[in-house]
């Protein structure tokens, strides 16, 4: 079984109640657990194109290109905006998308994924992400850094 941690950012605990972002968390916990060892971060879109979502909860899960270096994803939350169902039952992962984006970024140390959970946009998802992105990676970056330090110098954190 991958290990795995999760941190939540404080723009996200400032958007939303605590017992929803718990809920988030739980999710996205679930999400990671119920991927294939070999899909961390992220199913390749190859498998999201071929199967469904390991989590129904979660739609595509994208790497932004653009910023390959700060590794940050966004995924589509199910908002009941769009059917992730057709009458052959769910759609493949890769179909299911929505206005609704968890941004998220992560790094692996020995042999751990570290996930961050940036930001969250339920209206206008993508341009709210376009805007954003700058200091979302800005964000994804900090966060990498002082985590990376305090695993490297426990004593110092």
């Known amino acids: 079984m991958t290990k795995f941690f999760i941190d939540v ?3 996200i605990y400032k958007k939303l109640e605590q017992p929803i972002v718990e809920i988030i968390v739980l999710e996205f916990i679930k999400y990671k657990e119920s991927s294939e060892r070999y ?3 992220a199913p390749t879109i190859k498998s999201q194109q071929k199967k469904e979502s390991p989590y129904i909860e979660f739609g595509r899960d994208r790497y932004d290109i653009a910023h390959k270096s700060e590794d940050v994803q966004h995924i ?4 009941g905006t769009k059917s992730w169902e057709d009458e052959q039952g ?3 992962q890769w179909n299911c998308t929505s ?3 968890l941004i998220y970024s992560y790094f692996k140390h020995n042999g751990a994924y570290y996930y961050y959970l940036v930001e ?3 209206d206008k998802a993508h341009l709210s992400y376009e805007k954003a992105k700058l200091e979302l ?3 994804a970056k900090r966060y990498k850094e002082t985590k990376l330090n305090e ?3 426990p004593k110092t954190a």
């Open 137 to 139: 990676f800005k964000e």
């Open 90 to 92: 769910p759609l493949v």
């Open 99 to 101: 206005d609704t984006h």
């Open 76 to 79: 589509h939350l199910r908002d």
């Open 120 to 122: 969250i946009y339920d």
């Open 151 to 153: 695993l490297r110098n």
């Open 9 to 11: 950012s404080q723009e």
């Open 39 to 41: 899909e961390h971060p």
